[in-house]
């Protein structure tokens, strides 16, 4: 099952996320970071195990990042992270963001739910505030990935002759349903 975090699963999200971390596959989070931002994370559980986890993170205006995507290793390959991914993408088009990101080394896994690379210099500033204090910082090789997080707007990624018309269309819409 698939379920948003309670503060009862921060040990469990911080152990997957340490376990990871230690590897250099993610950026480490302890227990307080995890507490404090509980409520952006996800869970997927099963009797009464958390088999992984994932957050958001809502901080920017438009754009909103997936990260700390954590599985135990003992359940790999089971779409354990494909659930957690799509739940997030899931939740995230319900917001008012535009666009969702991701920093990670698991390039086909995002590319299957619509992730597209690119450049890390399109990411806002504030996006590497968070880095301080990775031991990689100067060197990232984590890879960026976004995706649209507004049907029309994906479309109109893929026929960007379209784009005009299709951002009109979108505004219309947006318009309408105020
Ligand atoms: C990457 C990770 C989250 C994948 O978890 P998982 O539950 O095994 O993934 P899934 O079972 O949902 O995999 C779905 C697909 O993604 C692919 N995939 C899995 N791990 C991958 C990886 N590291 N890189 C690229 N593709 C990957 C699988 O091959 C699978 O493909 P298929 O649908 O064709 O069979 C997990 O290996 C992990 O926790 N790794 C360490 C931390 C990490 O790298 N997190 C990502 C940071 S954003």
């Known amino acids: 099952m698939i379920r948003k975090a309670t503060p009862a699963d921060a040990q469990a999200i911080q152990k997957l996320i340490h376990l990871h971390g230690e590897k250099g596959q993610m950026l480490e989070r302890d227990i307080s970071d995890v507490l404090a931002h509980i409520g952006d994370f996800f869970v997927c559980e099963k009797n009464g195990e958390v088999l992984g986890s994932c957050a958001l993170n809502y901080q920017w205006d438009r754009i909103v990042e997936i990260r700390s995507l954590a599985v135990d290793p003992a359940h790999f390959g089971q779409k354990v992270a494909s659930r957690l991914i799509q739940a997030g993408v899931d939740e995230a088009r319900s917001s008012d963001k535009e666009t969702i990101f991701v920093l990670t080394y698991a390039v086909s896994l995002f590319h299957k739910f619509g992730f597209e690379i690119v450049e890390k210099s399109t990411l806002p500033g504030k996006v590497w505030n968070d880095c301080q204090g990775c031991p990689k910082e100067e060197n ?14 994906q479309e109109a990624l893929e026929s960007p002759g379209e784009m005009a018309d299709k951002k009109l269309e979108f505004e219309m819409q947006a318009h309408q349903s105020l």
């Open 140 to 153: 990232c090789d984590e890879i960026a990935m976004a995706r649209p997080l507004h049907p029309i707007l």
